[in-house]
C-alpha cells in the first residue's frame, strides 16, 4: 500500500507560478514512477506528466509546453511539479499517482493522492 499526499495548491494570478509537491510514503519500492494528472469541473481526468524514479526519465502531454516541469527528490520520496506562466484554464484539482511505468494513462497507475486545488484568476 502507498499513501501520497499532494500540497501546494492556491490562488495565483494570471502568469504566476505554484510548486505541488507529492510524498509518498509505504512500499514506494514497488513502483517507479510518479504521475501528474488534473481535473477541471466538468471534465475528465487530464495527463501532465510522469517520471521515473529511476533515471529521471520524465515525458510531458504536449499541451503543457515548457511551462510545467516534473523533478523528484528520491531521498525524501517526492515529487514536484513546478508550473510556470499560469492560465485561467489550468484552474483544477490536481493528483499525483503511482504507477509500475512512466504512462500517460491514468488507469496504470495503483494508487492516488487526494488532489490539490489549483485556481488561476484572470
Known amino acids: 500500500h502507498v499513501q501520497l499526499v499532494e500540497s501546494g495548491g492556491g490562488l495565483v494570478q494570471t502568469g504566476g507560478s505554484l510548486r505541488l509537491s507529492c510524498e509518498a510514503s509505504?512500499?514506494?519500492?514497488?513502483?517507479?514512477?510518479m504521475g501528474w494528472f488534473r481535473q477541471a469541473p466538468g471534465k475528465g481526468r487530464e495527463f501532465l506528466g510522469t517520471?521515473?524514479?529511476?533515471?529521471?526519465?520524465?515525458d510531458y502531454a504536449e499541451f503543457v509546453s515548457d511551462r510545467f516541469t516534473i523533478s523528484r527528490d528520491n531521498a525524501h520520496n517526492t515529487v514536484y511539479l513546478q508550473m510556470n506562466s499560469l492560465k485561467p484554464e489550468d484552474t483544477a484539482v490536481y493528483y499525483c499517482?503511482?504507477?509500475?511505468?512512466?504512462?500517460?494513462?491514468?488507469?496504470?497507475?495503483?494508487?492516488w493522492g487526494q488532489g490539490t486545488h489549483v485556481t488561476v484568476s484572470s
Open positions: 509505504g512500499r514506494t519500492s514497488d513502483f517507479d514512477a
Open positions: 517520471i521515473k524514479w529511476s533515471g529521471g526519465f520524465a
Open positions: 499517482a503511482v504507477g509500475r511505468r512512466a504512462l500517460p494513462i491514468a488507469e496504470t497507475y495503483s494508487y
